[in-house]
């Protein structure tokens, strides 16, 4: 309804309404609705806002819209806005911005910003140098309260967030942190050192953002400071920045327990060719799979052809054991991802894995084995054939889904491939081997 009301302004022409409008919105709704509009319609509305809001509304936009901006505004007003972004947001624009951009923009920039700029991109991508910001509230042991308070009130509109403050020696080296409340509450002559907390958890430039993700889910906090291999503060990460590299985390998880190559591209921005070429590899890699389960049943030609009712079976197994196998490798991958498994409890899984196999696979066999012998009425040797197979194709198939991800995981690879059709395509040449050797042995 509020769109409505937007676009009908704007074919009006009545902006000073429009502004009006548009101020008491908030800033991702706004940015919503100019991502919709047309090129020069969307630079209007945007010029429109007040310079503050444009400002935040900037930071919502799509790398492309960002783009399209830059291109079309003053060098004055991107100044302004870079002047007034917070350090991180202008970090994570320009590590998805094209070099003529990136070009531009450091143009922009005063020679201490460009120094600040360059050494951030030289962090590793994925990196918790690459996430940070320098945003933040320092404080030194030797402040008392009224004095850190002060500090405080005169920087802390441009900073990240003001709720925990952080302790630096005259060498830049953490010491500790200093919650607001603890400042608020204490005694104004009181020195830092007094009140600091010296167990600081922290995470250095070079871990990669998946630990930073995984310390964040451990410990609950809104951020988190980053030091050097020399324990310098270089900047901390906040909770909404660890939020996209949670969802960009997950994403990748399941573009590989698809089988597809990871992308940072989101797919309407994809082009065709690109999507394509992130699902080739794999599916190449399946399909001469699946050619050698082909060859399994050609060997075993002359037991099919004198139990042709053999063949009815064989999609049955070759799901039951996909599926087994799937959902073996779908907990294991989580629990991994979640921390909850760990390699060092590689024998527990395996154990309680074939426990389980064990279980499920005599429910499943017993009642395939009466399905059979009562409506299929396929005879005695026949159901105790297909029967023994899913029971043990199910024990195999729940070992290989509960063993391959922690496999992948010493290996120092993503679990996460071995999940889907990686499985189903393992397990199903597992499947047709076990199948007609017990057939082989049961039946000739």
């Known amino acids: 309804m509020r769109d409505d009301r937007i676009l009908e302004l704007i074919e009006q022409k009545k902006y000073i309404d429009l502004k009006n409008t548009l101020t008491e919105m908030n800033e991702v709704d706004i940015s919503e609705i100019i991502e919709e509009l047309d090129h020069s319609t969307s630079l209007l509305v945007f010029r429109i806002l007040p310079k503050d809001i444009a400002v935040e509304v900037f930071a919502h936009f799509s790398p492309e819209k960002q783009a399209q901006i830059i291109n079309s505004i003053t060098d004055k007003e991107l100044k302004f806005i870079l002047d007034e972004l917070f350090f991180d947001d202008m970090i994570d624009m320009l590590e998805e911005m094209p070099a003529n951009i990136v070009n531009k923009i450091l143009?922009?920039?005063?020679?201490?910003?460009?120094?600040?700029?360059?050494?951030?991109?030289?962090?590793?991508?994925?990196?918790?140098?690459?996430?940070?910001?320098?945003?933040?509230?320092?404080?030194?042991?030797?402040?008392?309260?009224?004095?850190?308070?002060?500090?405080?009130?005169?920087?802390?509109?441009?900073?990240?967030?003001?709720?925990?403050?952080?302790?630096?020696?005259?060498?830049?080296?953490?010491?500790?942190?200093?919650?607001?409340?603890?400042?608020?509450?204490?005694?104004?002559?009181?020195?830092?050192?007094?009140?600091?907390?010296?167990?600081?958890?922290?995470?250095?430039?070079?871990?990669?953002?998946?630990?930073?993700?995984?310390?964040?889910?451990?410990?609950?906090?809104?951020?988190?400071?980053?030091?050097?291999?020399?324990?310098?503060?270089?900047?901390?990460?906040?909770?909404?920045?660890?939020?996209?590299?949670?969802?960009?985390?997950?994403?990748?998880?399941?573009?590989?327990?698809?089988?597809?190559?990871?992308?940072?591209?989101?797919?309407?921005?994809?082009?065709?060719?690109?999507?394509?070429?992130?699902?080739?590899?794999?599916l190449?890699?399946?399909?001469?799979?699946?050619?050698?389960?082909?060859?399994?049943?050609?060997?075993?030609e002359s037991l099919l052809s004198t139990y042709v009712v053999l063949?009815?079976?064989?999609?049955?197994?070759?799901?039951?054991?996909?599926?087994?196998?799937?959902?073996?490798?779908?907990?294991?991958?989580?629990?991994?991802?979640?921390?909850?498994?760990?390699?060092?409890?590689?024998?527990?899984?395996?154990?309680k894995e074939f426990r389980i196999s064990l279980v499920v696979g005599i429910v499943l066999a017993t009642v395939n084995f009466a399905k059979n012998m009562l409506i299929d009425r396929v005879g005695l040797q026949v159901s105790l054939t297909v029967s023994a197979t899913v029971a043990l194709i199910i024990v195999l198939a729940i070992m290989v889904g509960g063993l391959l991800p922690l496999l992948a995981k010493k290996l120092k690879l993503d679990p996460a491939i071995?999940?889907?059709?990686?499985?189903?395509?393992?397990?199903?040449?597992?499947?047709?081997?076990?199948?007609?050797?017990?057939?082989?042995?049961?039946?000739?």
């Open 107 to 282: 143009a922009s920039s005063s020679h201490e910003e460009r120094a600040l700029i360059n050494q951030f991109l030289k962090y590793p991508a994925h990196s918790a140098g690459s996430l940070m910001t320098i945003e933040y509230v320092e404080l030194k042991k030797s402040m008392t309260v009224k004095q850190a308070l002060d500090h405080i009130k005169e920087t802390g509109l441009n900073k990240e967030t003001i709720y925990t403050c952080y302790v630096t020696d005259n060498n830049k080296k953490l010491k500790g942190i200093v919650s607001l409340r603890n400042l608020v509450i204490a005694d104004s002559d009181k020195l830092i050192e007094d009140i600091l907390h010296e167990d600081i958890i922290y995470v250095e430039t070079h871990d990669d953002q998946e630990t930073v993700a995984n310390t964040f889910k451990k410990y609950g906090f809104m951020a988190l400071p980053v030091v050097d291999r020399e324990h310098r503060l270089t900047g901390i990460i906040t909770f909404d920045d660890i939020m996209t590299v949670i969802e960009d985390e997950a994403t990748e998880d399941l573009q590989r327990m698809a089988a597809m190559v990871p992308s940072e591209e989101s797919y309407l921005n994809s082009g065709v060719f690109q999507l394509a070429k992130m699902r080739l590899p794999w």
């Open 284 to 300: 190449l890699i399946f399909m001469l799979g699946a050619s050698v389960t082909g060859s399994i049943i050609t060997k075993f």
């Open 311 to 351: 063949t009815m079976f064989i999609p049955m197994l070759m799901n039951t054991g996909g599926n087994s196998g799937n959902q073996s490798s779908t907990l294991i991958i989580r629990g991994l991802a979640t921390e909850d498994v760990s390699l060092e409890d590689a024998g527990k899984v395996l154990w």
């Open 418 to 444: 071995m999940a889907g059709p990686l499985i189903t395509t393992l397990v199903d040449g597992l499947t047709l081997m076990v199948y007609f050797g017990l057939a082989s042995v049961l039946l000739i």
